[in-house]
């Protein structure tokens, strides 16, 4: 039996907002639009750029959504490059709950909004780049909530989705949870609220990511003949 814990990036694993909310003004800056507050930005995150720059921007040209993604890509480059990138800290508990679902047998994946690379360079400082049996990202799949990205994941960790948890912060994550037919978790650390995780149906909402393993283990226990 395979159990996959899938998570979210941005606002589940990391707090990045302060990166993302500079690159993504730096973008509009550029193409001289009126620059979204910080909140709107927030909101945004975790979808795939062109939707997230579509859903900032609605009223301009479809082409424009496209260049102000290619410039929100180029301007975190730079920052990375020039050192102007701020701390993207794990949230509190976050090792220590993945160091328990790996010991209790469960396998890892990541489905994020953010690039191959991006998400790669987040794994890397954090230590966690051996962790995770399947990472899927904007970079080949349509933007969440279409649920490709938990499709895949759990063709290439040999899951089911009554085994299968994703673990997110925003909406988007828990209706891809729910497009995919897996068990929604939502965090109440994240950018989006509680009402809001539970309005879209994740029956469950953390506190704190302590939590997440009793919780996983509660939502997909292992046969009796299999428990230690």
């Not at 090792?95 to 987040?122: H, N, P």
């Not at 309005?199 to 046969?223: E, I, K, N």
């Amino acid at each position: 039996m395979t159990r996959l814990a899938v998570f979210d990036c941005d606002g589940t694993l990391v707090d990045s907002q302060a990166n993302i909310c500079r690159a993504m003004e730096l973008a509009f800056g550029s193409a001289q639009l009126p620059l979204p507050d910080r909140a709107a930005i927030r909101r945004i995150v975790g979808l795939s750029l062109v939707e997230a720059v579509a859903r900032l921007a609605p009223d301009v040209e479809p082409a424009l959504h496209a260049s102000v993604a290619e410039d929100y890509k180029r301007h975190f480059r730079a920052m990375r490059t020039d050192g102007g990138l701020a701390d993207e800290p794990l949230f509190d508990g976050v090792r220590v709950a993945i160091e328990r679902l790996l010991a209790d047998g469960w396998l890892l994946g990541v489905a994020t909004g953010k690039s191959d690379r991006g998400l790669a360079l987040i794994l890397e400082h954090h230590g966690f780049s051996d962790h995770f049996v399947t990472l899927q990202t904007a970079d080949r799949h349509p933007s969440k909530p279409h649920p490709s990205m938990l499709e895949l994941a759990m063709t290439e960790a040999g899951a089911d989705p009554e085994n299968t948890v994703m673990i997110g912060d925003t909406s988007f994550d828990i209706a891809m949870a729910a497009a995919a037919g897996v068990h929604p978790i939502g965090v109440a650390w994240g950018y989006h609220t509680v009402a809001e995780l539970t309005a879209a149906g994740a029956r469950h909402v953390l506190d704190h990511a302590s939590a997440l393993p009793a919780l996983a283990d509660t939502l997909c226990p292992l046969p009796v003949a299999m428990r230690a």
